[in-house]
């Protein structure tokens, strides 16, 4: 696919080297890499709006406008964490979209296992925890219209030294590397890109049950979690995807996944419209 001249250009030599290491099969490439861009995000929409086919990737060294779930902003040091979107065109109907960002959560943790011999965590819907401390972070933006699509971003922080996190996220986040510090970036996103693609297929033959199955293997069950002012437990993922949270009071409630509430730990995709 071309690369239209009025866009941002990839990085020649960034993207051969991270290229050279795409795991094959079907969604897994072609690839663009940049040293810096707003949001990985951005560009791969642009991208699949000009007709991407599923499995492209735009990666970034740096993001000066990284974005994560419910309007909150990602970031990350150049070159310490591995920060991907792929494009995917889903035959799922966008009330399902959800799903796919939780079938995300289970192939960025199996990756991360895979090349670094641990075992993460998942919190609802889908932060990546080592330790308890989030180490990745999933954002899947839908677009309806006549070509739906999904963007699913992912972030890892590959190398981030530890007393470089902003006050907020001190405790609270950690980097691979603290673990496996030999792990590099491309490793990590051939681990990854090739447990997108099973679990997304999984999705789409045989239903989230299995990916229901995988999550709550490794989901943070028992955690209080914040439903606006009040707590609760969380207590297991309901057949949709939702949370099941116990409150104090002894009633239960399910916590769906949402793009814009405050009420919940809400996740998914933020979906927006195409024009026609
Ligand atoms: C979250 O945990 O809130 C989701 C974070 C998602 C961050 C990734 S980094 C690559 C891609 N580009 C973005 O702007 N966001 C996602």
Sequence with gaps: M??????LAPDPGLTRSFTACLPGGRLAGPLRAYHSVPSTQTLARTWAEAGAPAGAVVLADHQTAGRGRRGRAWTALPGRALLFSVVLRPCLPPARW??????????VAEGIESVAGVAPQLKWPNDVLLGGRKVAGILAEGVVGRT???????GVNVSQPDGAWPP????????LAAV???VTRPLLLAAILR???????ILLDEGFGPVRTAWRARGRLGDRVRLGVEEAVAVDLAPDGGLVVR???G???VILCRDDGDSGPGPVPAVSAQKA
Aim: hydrophobic share 45%; with cysteine; glycine share 8%.
């Design 2 to 7: 071309p690369w239209n001249p009025g866009e």
């Design 98 to 107: 959800p799903e796919i960002a939780l079938a995300a959560g289970c192939a």
């Design 148 to 154: 739906p699509v999904v963007i699913l971003g992912v």
């Design 168 to 175: 907020e996220l001190h405790d609270r986040a950690t980097a």
């Design 180 to 182: 496996a510090p030999a």
């Design 195 to 201: 447990r997108i693609e099973t679990w997304h297929g």
């Design 247 to 249: 409150r104090d009071d």
């Design 251 to 253: 009633t239960s409630a």
